[in-house]
């Protein structure tokens, strides 16, 4: 399948709702650290937002909540896939990303078959102590050579001058986290990366 080439990710439902209007079409909902009940609840108020705009909303991690809830798409980190119950996902015809880093991760995901697989950080980031620094772009060709048909997305330090380095090593999909959140004009700097991807 085809997914927009812009892929954000923010915390919180009222982010999401936020930057809809300015035509993302694909969003990433990370929710950490917060009770159930609350977690619940911004995944249903992110889901109720994304149909209404006609947006693809995955859902990191929570996936029984994704399944309790409707979600079409959730996202799992390699520690995930340890506890998700992978079969209750397809079941309920939920689709999946995974994330990757190395090559037996790389392995792993391509085991899924999943409908997306990240690979990050190509660049630096500040978002989460990661033991993997900096993967860079070579790594985006080589994943793609290996995932074929499967959206390839790269994630962790991407900036707008970085994207089309991103897609032309390989990338069909750029994701960004911190260069909206912390930028002084978030809304602007979406406008921004919705041109640059079109």
Same mark, same amino acid.
């Given at each position: ?9 923010? +915390?919180?439902? &009222? ?10 079409? @694909? ?9 159930? $009940? ?13 149909? !209404?705009? *006609?947006?693809? @909303? ?6 029984? #909540? ?9 996202? @799992?980190?390699?520690? &995930?896939?340890?506890? $998700?119950? @992978?079969? !209750? ?30 690979? *990050? ?16 772009? +070579? ?8 995932? *074929?048909?499967?959206?390839? #997305?790269? #994630?962790? *330090? ?10 032309? $090593? ?5 994701? $960004? ?9 978030? +809304? ?11």
């Amino acid at each position: 399948m085809t997914l927009p080439r812009f892929y954000p990710i923010f +915390e919180t439902a &009222d982010w999401i709702g936020r930057m809809l209007p300015l035509g993302v079409k @694909l969003v990433q909902l990370r929710v950490k650290d917060r009770p159930d $009940a609350e977690t619940r609840d911004e995944i249903r108020r992110a889901q109720a937002l994304c149909r !209404a705009a *006609g947006a693809l @909303l995955v859902v990191n991690d929570h996936w029984q #909540i994704a399944i309790d809830e409707g979600c079409d798409w959730i996202h @799992l980190g390699q520690e &995930d896939l340890d506890s $998700a119950d @992978l079969s !209750a996902i397809r079941a309920a015809g939920i689709r999946l990303g995974v994330s990757t880093h190395d090559e037996a991760e790389l392995a792993r995901a391509l085991a899924l078959t999943p409908d997306y697989i990240a690979l *990050g950080p190509v660049w630096p980031t500040i978002l989460k102590k990661m033991k993997w620094h900096q993967q860079g772009v +070579e790594k985006l060709t080589e994943w793609k050579a290996r995932t *074929g048909g499967i959206p390839l #997305i790269a #994630i962790g *330090g991407l900036s707008i001058d970085r994207a089309p380095l991103a897609f032309a $090593a390989g990338a069909d999909v750029v994701s $960004a986290v911190t260069d909206i959140t912390l930028n002084p004009d978030p +809304e602007a700097r979406v406008r921004d990366w919705l041109k640059a991807t079109a």
